[in-house]
C-alpha cells in the first residue's frame, strides 16, 4: 500500500483518473479492486484504459500478442467487436485483463475469474509470441469468448447484451452437468468449450478469414474454428467433425500460416 501511495502522490493525473473512476462507478468494491490492480500494473509498467475497463499487465504490453490484439481493434473486426464490446462499451460488469504467463496443460490460452475482484484474466504463454498474426488471432478471440461466456455466467445473465433465455438456460446447465463430474479447475473451460463447439466454430474461422482479408475460402480457416474443440466435436451426436474434415481442415490451414501475405504485426 505505501508503494501505491507514493507513486499516486508523483503521479497526480494518473490519481485523478482513477479517482473519477471510483465516483463513476460509485466506489463499488469492484471498481476499488480495479483500481488497486490498475496501479499496480501502472507501476510494473503496464497499461490500462479506464474507460472500457481493460488492464494490459506489463507482460503482455508491447508484445506480438499485444500487436495482434491492437490490430483486431483497429481493423473492426467483426467477431472481435461483437465479443470484446461487451467488456469495452463502458457497461460491463466485470473488467478483463491480459498477461502473458504459464498456462495449464500446454493451452494457447487460459481465462480465469477472481470471485474477490470480479476481474477476468486471460493468460497467454510466451510462446504466442512465436507464432504466426492469424494464429495469434485465433487464440485471441477463442479466449474472448471464454470471457464472454464467463461474464454471462457470473452475472447470471443480468448484462448487458445478454443470451437469449434457451442459450443461457443450455450454458448453465453445461456448468452444473460439468461442476458434477469434473475437478473444479476444469469446470469453466469444459463447460464453455462444448458450448463453443455448437456455436462458435464458424464464427471464429470466418473472423480469422476476414483478419486474413478474405484471401482463401472458409475451408482453409475452419481449422482455426475447431482448434482447441475438436475432441468435443468428434463424439456429439450427431458428429459434428469426422476424422477426414479434421485431417483435411489441418492441411487446408497451413496455407495461409504459410503462405507469403504477412500482417503488420509480423514485420
Same mark, same amino acid.
Given at each position: 500500500?505505501?508503494?501505491?501511495?507514493?507513486?499516486?502522490?508523483?503521479?497526480?493525473?494518473?490519481?485523478?483518473?482513477?479517482?473519477?473512476?471510483?465516483?463513476?462507478?460509485?466506489?463499488?468494491?469492484?471498481?476499488?479492486?480495479? *483500481?488497486?490492480?490498475?496501479?499496480?500494473?501502472?507501476?510494473?509498467?503496464?497499461?490500462?484504459?479506464?474507460?472500457?475497463?481493460?488492464?494490459? @499487465?506489463?507482460? #503482455?504490453? *508491447?508484445?506480438?500478442?499485444?500487436? $495482434?490484439?491492437?490490430? =483486431?481493434?483497429?481493423?473492426?473486426?467483426?467477431?472481435?467487436? !461483437?465479443?470484446?464490446?461487451? #467488456?469495452?462499451?463502458?457497461?460491463?460488469?466485470?473488467? =478483463?485483463?491480459?498477461?502473458? *504467463?504459464? $498456462?495449464?496443460?500446454?493451452? @494457447?490460452?487460459?481465462?480465469?475469474?477472481?470471485?474477490?475482484?470480479?476481474?477476468?484474466?486471460?493468460? #497467454?504463454?510466451?510462446?504466442?509470441?512465436?507464432?504466426?498474426?492469424? %494464429?495469434?488471432?485465433?487464440?485471441?478471440?477463442?479466449?474472448?469468448?471464454?470471457?464472454?461466456?464467463?461474464?454471462?455466467? %457470473?452475472?447470471?445473465?443480468?448484462?448487458?447484451?445478454?443470451?437469449?433465455? !434457451?442459450?443461457?438456460? /443450455?450454458?448453465?446447465?453445461?456448468? @452444473?452437468? #460439468?461442476?458434477?463430474?469434473?475437478?473444479?479447475?476444469?469446470?469453466?473451460?469444459?463447460?464453455?468449450?462444448?458450448?463453443?463447439?455448437?456455436?462458435?466454430?464458424?464464427?471464429?474461422?470466418?473472423?480469422?478469414?476476414?483478419?486474413?482479408?478474405?484471401? /482463401?475460402?472458409?475451408? /482453409?480457416?475452419?481449422?482455426? *474454428?475447431?482448434?482447441? =474443440?475438436?475432441?468435443?466435436?468428434?463424439?456429439?451426436?450427431?458428429? =459434428?467433425?469426422?476424422?477426414?474434415? %479434421?485431417?483435411?481442415?489441418?492441411?487446408?490451414?497451413?496455407?495461409?500460416?504459410?503462405?507469403?501475405?504477412?500482417?503488420?504485426?509480423?514485420?
Amino acid at each position: 500500500m505505501g508503494q501505491q501511495l507514493q507513486w499516486l502522490e508523483k503521479n497526480e493525473t494518473l490519481g485523478m483518473d482513477i479517482a473519477r473512476f471510483f465516483k463513476q462507478n460509485n466506489n463499488s468494491v469492484v471498481a476499488k479492486a480495479f *483500481g488497486k490492480l490498475a496501479i499496480e500494473a501502472w507501476i510494473a509498467g503496464g497499461d490500462v484504459d479506464f474507460q472500457n475497463k481493460i488492464i494490459k @499487465d506489463s507482460t #503482455f504490453v *508491447g508484445t506480438k500478442a499485444d500487436c $495482434v490484439y491492437e490490430l =483486431l481493434s483497429s481493423t473492426n473486426n467483426n467477431l472481435f467487436k !461483437n465479443v470484446l464490446s461487451t #467488456f469495452t462499451n463502458g457497461k460491463a460488469q466485470f473488467e =478483463l485483463k491480459f498477461r502473458i *504467463g504459464e $498456462v495449464p496443460d500446454g493451452a @494457447d490460452g487460459s481465462t480465469t475469474f477472481d470471485n474477490n475482484t470480479g476481474i477476468i484474466t486471460i493468460t #497467454f504463454p510466451q510462446i504466442i509470441n512465436a507464432k504466426s498474426s492469424i %494464429e495469434i488471432a485465433s487464440i485471441i478471440l477463442h479466449e474472448g469468448i471464454h470471457g464472454e461466456l464467463r461474464r454471462i455466467y %457470473e452475472g447470471k445473465n443480468q448484462v448487458s447484451e445478454p443470451l437469449p433465455n !434457451n442459450q443461457y438456460e /443450455y450454458l448453465v446447465d453445461l456448468w @452444473d452437468y #460439468f461442476r458434477g463430474i469434473s475437478p473444479p479447475s476444469k469446470v469453466s473451460n469444459n463447460a464453455s468449450h462444448t458450448y463453443m463447439v455448437h456455436n462458435h466454430v464458424l464464427p471464429i474461422a470466418n473472423a480469422v478469414r476476414e483478419f486474413d482479408n478474405n484471401t /482463401y475460402g472458409i475451408d /482453409y480457416y475452419m481449422w482455426f *474454428g475447431w482448434q482447441g =474443440l475438436s475432441d468435443i466435436g468428434k463424439i456429439t451426436y450427431p458428429q =459434428l467433425l469426422t476424422s477426414s474434415q %479434421e485431417t483435411n481442415y489441418i492441411n487446408l490451414q497451413q496455407i495461409p500460416i504459410n503462405d507469403s501475405i504477412k500482417q503488420s504485426c509480423d514485420e
